[in-house]
């Protein structure tokens, strides 16, 4: 009987030492198999900037006084470079003309305050600008365009992602001025680097 106790004993034993190992070595197996990569390729786009068509400044009724209209223009920029290059917009224009001889001055136009800037993307993901221009400024006017001025622009490690741009120009109207619905081209750039 005792020889009996001894070999069940032992069929335990084994059984158990083997259903150890054999459960240990799939938790082992599990463990190597864990360490899988992964990678993911991110590749840059092309900088740009988009403005409306037109835009309307807000009627004047001319009263004898001296006055100031104002129009927002909404630019779109996107930088999906993913370089953090930075970037620079400037801005020039040709002068306000109402097709009848008559012009605004070329210091008609001038930005006062620094433009209003919103993250647009998708996901509101953006890298705020930093933008270092000083305002005011004049928005310089002849016809042809004058050489461009510095508008606005992104430092170095800012200004990643989509914004939209939107300075406020102020445009003086003389007291004097000519009635009748005066037309000027804006042209705005942008370009890599603060």
Not at 149 to 161: E, K, M, Q, R, T
Not at 176 to 187: D, L
């Amino acid at each position: 009987m005792s020889l009996l106790k001894n070999r069940s004993m032992r069929f335990y034993l084994v059984f158990f030492l083997v259903l150890t190992m054999a459960l240990g070595g799939s938790a082992i197996a599990a463990f190597a198999d864990s360490g899988t990569g992964a990678s993911v390729a991110v590749s840059g786009g092309s900088l740009s900037q988009a403005a409306p068509t037109t835009v309307a400044a807000n009627p004047v009724s001319l009263t004898g006084d001296d006055q100031t209209t104002t129009y927002a223009l909404a630019l779109t920029v996107n930088d999906p470079r993913g370089s953090g290059a930075g970037w620079h917009m400037t801005i020039t224009s040709t002068l306000f003309d109402n097709g009848a001889g008559h012009q605004l001055a070329s210091d008609a136009s001038s930005i006062i305050a620094a433009p209003a800037v919103v993250c647009s993307g998708v996901g509101g993901h953006c890298t705020p600008p930093t933008n270092s221009v000083t305002y005011p400024l004049g928005v310089p006017a002849a016809s042809p365009a004058p050489a461009a001025v510095p508008l606005f622009n992104a430092a170095v490690n800012s200004g990643l992602g989509k914004f939209t741009i939107t300075p406020t120009i102020t445009v003086s109207i003389p007291a004097n001025t000519y009635a009748g619905t005066y037309t000027s081209t804006v042209s705005v750039a942008i370009i890599s680097g603060p």
